[in-house]
């Protein structure tokens, strides 16, 4: 079983920055592309970003390439998501995911790849 915990959440200002955090425990971490999504009151989850096994290659939604950044440190099971330049549509509920059934070079952008789930932290941005 994985657990994977997020961290970070908060209330910001527009134009501010923010840091997620999840960390992850149960299996190997490294084994595993990572992925941020997000629910917005009254919508539907939507992919955020995502990350390979080595964190070669990485993959964003149009809303937020240029703003947003995923890390992560496989030494320290923890998967990263630095939010930049925030907008009030930004504001929702941020889930970290592992999926542990994909290749080593690709990321998922779909829910349904992604085994484990986080309970998910509340990203508000005040206008």
């Known amino acids: 079983q994985v657990q994977l915990v997020e961290s970070g959440g908060g209330l910001v200002q527009a134009g501010g920055s923010l840091r997620l955090s999840c960390a992850a425990s149960?299996?190997?971490?490294?084994?595993?592309?990572m992925g941020w999504f997000r629910q917005a009151p009254g919508k539907e989850r939507e992919f955020v970003a995502a990350?390979?096994?080595?964190?070669?290659?990485?993959f964003y939604a149009d809303s937020v390439k240029g703003r947003f950044t995923i890390s992560r440190d496989n030494a320290k099971n923890t998967v990263s998501l630095q939010m930049n330049s925030l907008e009030p549509e930004d504001t929702a509920v941020y889930y970290c995911?592992?999926?542990?059934?994909?290749?080593?070079?690709?990321?998922?952008?779909?829910?349904?790849?992604?085994?484990?789930w986080g309970q998910g932290t509340q990203v508000t941005v005040s206008s």
């Open positions: 995911a592992a999926d542990y059934s994909g290749v080593g070079w690709y990321a998922s952008r779909k829910e349904y790849d992604y085994d484990y």
């Open positions: 149960g299996r190997t971490f490294s084994r595993s592309a």
């Open positions: 990350i390979s096994w080595s964190g070669g290659r990485t």
